[in-house]
Structures are given as structure tokens and as C-alpha cells.
């Protein structure tokens, strides 16, 4: 079965600065997706970023940014220029791309705290 | 953009009333399901389905019992509840991967059951 761990239960930086938050997983196989989700205080789970195994370049969008480790099995977020509107639960989670149905595992969580 | 709403934001219930948690999807995806999210734990898989009937134990199905009578809509239900069953529970759905290229699940905004 897959795990995956997020190290930091909290996490707090100034506004306007860098922060990332870490996650590592496990798994035997070799293709599968990975996603960092946000649930801010409204709960509304929002797809931050997502990256595909099979790719090497690292996913991007805006300032968020990921360092994807294949190898050591570590998927990181970045969060550059934080704002107040990031301040919020991170999930980190993995899904198998086996074709089926397989739902998400999740982490349990990473919350941002951002000091204006 | 992908809508999946549930039924309730709140719900308040007594130990041992059958309860039923509603999900619904506007977006035709095959598969659906419902997770229960409590602190310091993550999100944990309840139930799954990847069609109209069909429906798979995720990792926590004790307790619960759900349903899938029409694409859009899928239920969780919990038997008969117990207080140990007040959490979140979030409704996600998403497509088959083949042909739509998203990886990715939509969520409900949760709906928080407290158990009396």
C-alpha cells in the first residue's frame, strides 16, 4: 500500500517570502500522479498542482513550483511571493495511474500559516 | 468548471438514526467518491465507485454503506450512527483518465457531521 508524509504539521512565514513545504511517499510503482491540494478555512479542497511520474521537468503554476525527487521519492511545494490568501491546510497526495479507480491518498497535512 | 455539490454543510444527528450524506456531480465523471477528513489524520477513503451500481471498499468502509443508483449522484450512508462518526466528510468525483488527460479529483465543499 502507498503512504505518504508530510513532516510538518505547521508551517509559518512572513509575507511576501519563500516556503516550502515537504512530502515524501512510498510506492513500488512506477507510474502514478502526485497533487498538492489547499483547503483554506471555507474547506473547499482546490488543486494546487499536479505532476505526472513519467515526467522529469518539474510542474509549475504561478508561484507555486515543486521539486519532484523520483528517485528519493519526494514531491515538495514551493510557495514564492506568499500572501495572505495562501494561509491554509496543504495536502500532499498520491494516486496510482493503473487505470482504475483508484482514489487519492493523502497526507495529513500542512498548515500554512502567513504572518502579514 | 466542475461542480460537485453536497447536501449539507452541517448536519447534527442522534446515535443509532441512519444517516444519509448526498453528492452530486454536474460534470458526467465515472467515478465518484467519499472520503471522511479528521485532524491530524488526513483524508482517509471511505467508499468508491467507477459506475452507475458499482461500488468499492476504500480503506475505512466500516460503518458506512453507500449508494450509486444514477451517474451524478452518490450517497454515503451510515447505518446507524455513532458518535465516533463525527468527522468531514468530503464527496470528490473525477473522470477516466483515458482521453480527458485529468489526473485529477473535484471536491465537494464537505459536509460536517457531529453525532450526539
Known amino acids: 500500500a502507498q503512504t505518504v508524509t508530510q513532516s510538518q504539521p505547521e508551517m509559518s512565514v512572513q509575507e511576501a517570502e519563500t516556503v516550502t513545504l515537504s512530502c515524501t511517499y512510498d510506492t513500488s510503482e512506477s507510474d502514478y500522479y502526485l497533487f498538492w491540494y489547499k483547503q483554506p478555512p471555507s474547506r473547499q479542497m482546490i488543486l494546487v498542482i499536479r505532476?505526472?511520474?513519467?515526467?522529469?521537468q518539474n510542474a509549475t503554476e504561478n508561484r507555486f513550483s515543486v521539486n519532484f525527487q523520483k528517485a528519493a521519492k519526494s514531491f515538495s511545494l514551493k510557495i514564492s511571493d506568499s500572501q495572505l490568501g495562501d494561509a491554509a491546510m496543504y495536502f500532499c497526495?498520491?494516486?496510482?495511474?493503473?487505470?482504475?479507480?483508484?482514489?487519492?491518498?493523502f497526507g495529513k497535512g500542512t498548515h500554512l500559516i502567513i504572518q502579514p | 468548471d466542475v461542480k460537485v455539490t453536497q447536501s449539507s454543510r452541517y448536519l447534527v444527528k442522534r446515535t443509532g438514526e441512519k444517516v444519509f450524506l448526498e453528492c452530486v456531480q454536474d460534470?458526467?465523471?465515472?467515478?465518484m467518491f467519499w472520503y471522511r477528513q479528521d485532524p491530524g489524520l488526513g483524508l482517509r477513503l471511505i467508499y468508491f465507485?467507477?459506475?452507475?451500481?458499482?461500488?468499492e471498499k476504500g480503506d475505512i468502509p466500516e460503518g458506512y454503506s453507500v449508494s450509486r443508483e444514477k451517474k451524478e449522484r452518490f450517497s454515503l450512508i451510515l447505518e446507524s450512527a455513532s458518535t465516533n462518526q463525527t468527522s468531514m466528510y468530503l464527496c470528490?468525483?473525477?473522470?477516466?483518465?483515458?482521453?480527458?488527460?485529468?489526473?485529477?479529483?473535484?471536491f465537494g465543499q464537505g459536509t460536517r457531521l457531529t453525532v450526539v
Open positions: 505532476q505526472e511520474a513519467y515526467k522529469q
Open positions: 460534470m458526467d465523471h465515472e467515478n
Open positions: 470528490a468525483s473525477r473522470p477516466i483518465l483515458s482521453g480527458t488527460g485529468i489526473p485529477e479529483a473535484f
Open positions: 497526495a498520491y494516486r496510482s495511474d493503473g487505470g482504475g479507480a483508484d482514489g487519492l491518498t
Open positions: 465507485s467507477y459506475d452507475v451500481k458499482m461500488k
